[in-house]
């Protein structure tokens, strides 16, 4: 029997339970009450319905920073265009993993806040599926992302693509995209969500014994390279490491580097590299908390980077142009080191942490 869409949506609510629609906790000065991001296959069917609507929710609200973003259609465009021009200056660098968690704070931020999101962002942990990924819980059904694209790749005139094709299933089936992929400057270019999954990259990047390895790696200076990988020529594919290997096994938007958060996966991907840091940092906490390091300038031979300063990643670092929760000024380094430290500072003198979440495993 064939089963609609709205009717699921239907039932997701119904069987929701007064758990499941409690408020978030207000906003002390410091860590009370966390937020919790849990795996998104253990989340309820309401809980999945909630977060799914709340990203369609952001779709369709106006931007809030086109006068910086000329392009930008929507808050949810916002957020892709940041991501786009700062590329250069967060990947194959030390403040990646820093940078990364605090953009992950403001998107939830703004589900939260103009969407109605209950709780925190959902991780998906995909050495759960390495060995099948299409048949993931996360890429199949109605209250999902949707599985593999089909059908030609569509490229709008004077856009790009890379490979990958429409997906036309789950939440986000036939999901208009406003941008262009690639780099700067943005172009307003209306196709389809794109991606082509492959299971040969899928089976060995996203096996667990890729995390284990980086799980053990001893300070940040080893950890942060090898989890986020990089692009080393002329065979880039032994390098990829977990998060590179992750985007190239979904292909399509998310093989892009620039403009990989058009699928929406993205988010829920990149939460579980952060659960990663954060699960690493919690193994030593004394030694791994505020562990920071690695070359401001972007290593390897891809450079995107004019004129990059020298010098390491510090606690001081400016996450630009990532002002979390609303705050005046932009955010360093040191306040997002602890995903539990809001009003904690990183040292003594160091401005107040401003995090409070965790991840449920």
Known sequence: MKVSLSSVLLGALLASTPADVAAHPGHPNTCVVTTKRKEFRNLTNFQKLNFLTSVKCLMSRPSTLSATYPASTSRWTDFLLIHQASTPFVHWVGQFLPWHRAFL???????????????????????????????????????????????????????????GNCVIDGFFANESVRVAQGPPPAQIADRCLLRYIRQDFASYWM???????????????????????????????????????????????????????????????????????????????????????????????????????????????????????????????????????????????????????????
């Open 105 to 163: 704070q403001d998107f939830e931020d703004a589900l939260r806040n103009e969407c109605g999101l209950l709780g925190g962002i959902p991780y998906w942990n995909p050495a759960l599926d390495f060995a099948n990924l299409t048949a993931s819980p996360v890429l199949s059904g109605p209250l999902s992302f949707g599985g593999n694209g089909v059908g030609p790749v569509v490229v709008p005139p004077g856009g790009q693509s890379s490979d």
């Open 207 to 361: 096996n667990p014994s890729h995390v284990a390895t980086v799980l053990a790696q001893p300070d940040y200076a080893a950890f942060a390279p090898l989890i986020e990988g990089d692009m080393i020529p002329p065979d880039v594919f032994p390098t990829m490491g977990i998060h590179t290997g992750g985007h190239a096994t979904m292909g399509g938007d998310m093989s892009d580097m620039f403009t990989s958060n058009a699928d929406p996966i993205f988010y829920p991907f990149h939460a579980n590299i952060d659960r990663l840091w954060a699960k690493w940092q919690a193994a030593n906490p004394t030694a791994r908390q505020y562990d920071i390091s690695n070359p401001i300038a972007p290593r390897g031979v891809i450079q995107m980077w004019p004129n990059p300063p020298a010098g390491n990643v510090t606690l001081d670092y400016l996450l630009s142009p990532l002002k979390v929760g609303g705050a005046s000024s932009v955010t360093t380094v040191g306040q997002i080191m602890n995903t539990k430290g809001k009003g904690v500072p990183s040292a003594p003198g160091k401005p107040n942490g401003i995090l409070c979440y965790e991840y449920v495993e």
